[in-house]
């Protein structure tokens, strides 16, 4: 490891530095780093003290990463003794996998009730876990997608996003084709999200299947028209029973972080409350997506629910929380936000950037979602509550 101090009035001996080894996101290995004195623009050379079995490590798993962290060593006017002052992530091994990631299974128990969109229902020993599987490209405006009235509505795609009628699409499902052979449930579906005046629409089809004892496989094909240049997400929606309070998830984080918002989160294995999922923003708005998830586990008394991105195909993002889109959409103060039970759970293949466009340029062309076909393959396991 290189360190540098770019400093010219303090010295490096006010921080503290220390490794941690993360095999398939959980940390397996830590320690403190011995950081010599280097003066300003200087640099030195550290060694960290790896596992010595480390080769097998990465042969044997999906993925390895080292972190480097530096703290302050005490406090100081500008920050607490252990403030975060910079860190670094790097992955070790090659970039292919050294093996596929285990997908999540299924009990003896578990219920799938078939629906026009997939599914109406989802329950475990008759507990309901999952409401009926839904569709979206939207969600709700934030301040740099251009407020209603304020200075950014212009600069933003707010007033695009409005005038296509992206807020406002019907989602119609055709008669859902279901096959029950030798146990092997099949749901077929196929539907479409259109336009209050009918000029354009999303076209969605999508497979569910549910063997015993293994877990739920949906494959979604989505065709976004050229009519929607540019389009704030594409995946699924769900609501999520009461109780599945506690929020796992293997991917970037801990804190929210959309495509252009990368540079301060970390792969890792994170855990949060429901409740802390959400950001403390005064006006209402979109937040607290993760990306690049690998799996997403929500825990409960009634059920443990997981969602895996396919071991072969793109890695997801994820939001959830108590506040429904519509509701972040429509109330002008987080205090009018509704008091409600459960929560709403977005999987998305794809999702735009926040851009800085309330005081700065839009989302650049990179983090745009545009039109096209997205094709992807998601999983769903859902256990009793003690199970793994």
Same mark, same amino acid.
Request: glycine fraction near 10%; charged fraction near 20%.
């Given at each position: 490891?290189?360190?540098?101090?770019?400093?010219?009035?303090?010295?490096?001996?006010?921080?503290?530095?220390?490794?941690?080894?993360?095999?398939?996101?959980?940390?397996?290995?830590?320690?403190?780093?011995?950081?010599?004195?280097?003066?300003?623009?200087?640099?030195?050379?550290?060694?960290?003290?790896?596992?010595?079995?480390?080769?097998?490590?990465?042969?044997?798993?999906?993925?390895?990463?080292?972190?480097?962290?530096? &703290?302050?060593?005490?406090?100081?006017?500008?920050?607490?003794?252990?403030?975060?002052?910079?860190?670094?992530?790097?992955?070790?091994?090659?970039?292919?996998?050294?093996?596929?990631?285990?997908?999540?299974?299924?009990?003896?128990?578990?219920?799938?009730?078939?629906?026009?969109?997939?599914?109406?229902?989802?329950?475990?020993?008759?507990?309901?876990?999952?409401?009926?599987?839904?569709?979206?490209?939207?969600?709700?405006?934030?301040?740099?997608?251009?407020?209603?009235?304020?200075?950014?509505?212009?600069?933003?795609?707010?007033?695009?996003?409005?005038?296509?009628?992206?807020?406002?699409?019907?989602?119609?499902?055709?008669?859902?084709?279901?096959?029950?052979?030798?146990?092997?449930?099949?749901?077929?579906?196929?539907? &479409?999200?259109?336009?209050?005046?009918?000029?354009?629409?999303?076209?969605?089809?999508?497979?569910?299947?549910?063997?015993?004892?293994?877990? /739920?496989?949906?494959?979604?094909? /989505? /065709?976004?028209?050229?009519?929607?240049?540019?389009?704030?997400?594409?995946?699924?929606?769900?609501?999520?029973?009461?109780?599945?309070?506690?929020?796992?998830?293997?991917?970037?984080?801990?804190?929210?972080?959309?495509?252009?918002?990368?540079?301060?989160?970390?792969?890792?294995?994170?855990?949060?409350?429901?409740?802390?999922?959400?950001?403390?923003?005064?006006?209402?708005?979109?937040?607290?997506?993760?990306?690049?998830?690998?799996?997403?586990?929500?825990?409960?008394?009634?059920?443990?629910?997981?969602?895996?991105?396919?071991?072969?195909?793109?890695?997801?993002?994820?939001?959830?929380?108590?506040?429904?889109?519509?509701?972040?959409?429509?109330?002008?103060?987080?205090?009018?936000?509704?008091?409600?039970?459960?929560?709403?759970?977005?999987?998305?293949?794809?999702?735009?950037?926040?851009?800085?466009?309330?005081?700065?340029?839009?989302?650049?062309?990179?983090?745009?979602?545009?039109?096209?076909?997205?094709?992807?393959?998601?999983?769903?396991?859902?256990?009793?509550?003690?199970?793994?």
């Amino acid at each position: 490891m290189l360190v540098r101090n770019e400093r010219f009035h303090r010295g490096i001996d006010d921080l503290q530095a220390s490794w941690a080894l993360r095999v398939d996101g959980a940390v397996v290995a830590d320690g403190a780093l011995d950081l010599p004195a280097v003066g300003p623009r200087g640099s030195a050379a550290v060694p960290v003290p790896l596992p010595e079995d480390l080769d097998d490590l990465v042969a044997q798993a999906h993925e390895v990463h080292l972190d480097v962290v530096t &703290r302050q060593a005490e406090q100081t006017p500008w920050a607490p003794a252990g403030h975060v002052v910079a860190w670094d992530q790097h992955r070790l091994g090659d970039l292919e996998p050294g093996r596929v990631r285990a997908l999540p299974s299924c009990t003896e128990a578990l219920s799938v009730a078939p629906g026009a969109s997939g599914w109406d229902a989802v329950t475990l020993d008759g507990h309901q876990l999952l409401g009926a599987l839904g569709a979206t490209v939207w969600r709700p405006m934030t301040d740099n997608d251009g407020t209603v009235g304020g200075p950014a509505w212009q600069l933003g795609r707010a007033a695009d996003w409005h005038e296509w009628g992206l807020d406002r699409l019907a989602a119609q499902w055709d008669d859902p084709a279901v096959e029950d052979t030798e146990g092997v449930l099949r749901i077929r579906a196929h539907g &479409r999200l259109v336009t209050p005046t009918g000029s354009a629409q999303v076209d969605w089809t999508r497979t569910v299947t549910v063997e015993p004892l293994h877990a /739920v496989r949906i494959d979604e094909t /989505v /065709v976004v028209p050229d009519a929607f240049a540019d389009v704030p997400r594409v995946g699924a929606v769900v609501e999520v029973a009461d109780g599945l309070d506690d929020v796992a998830w293997w991917g970037l984080g801990p804190h929210e972080c959309y495509p252009d918002r990368l540079g301060s989160a970390v792969v890792g294995r994170h855990r949060r409350h429901l409740d802390d999922m959400a950001e403390p923003l005064v006006h209402p708005q979109e937040h607290g997506t993760r990306t690049q998830v690998r799996e997403v586990v929500l825990s409960g008394p009634t059920g443990r629910l997981v969602v895996a991105a396919d071991p072969h195909g793109p890695l997801l993002a994820f939001r959830v929380g108590r506040d429904r889109d519509a509701n972040l959409e429509t109330c002008p103060l987080a205090s009018e936000l509704p008091s409600r039970t459960g929560a709403e759970l977005h999987v998305d293949v794809a999702v735009r950037g926040v851009g800085t466009g309330a005081c700065g340029p839009d989302t650049r062309p990179a983090y745009r979602v545009g039109p096209g076909t997205y094709r992807w393959t998601w999983w769903l396991g859902v256990l009793g509550p003690t199970s793994g």
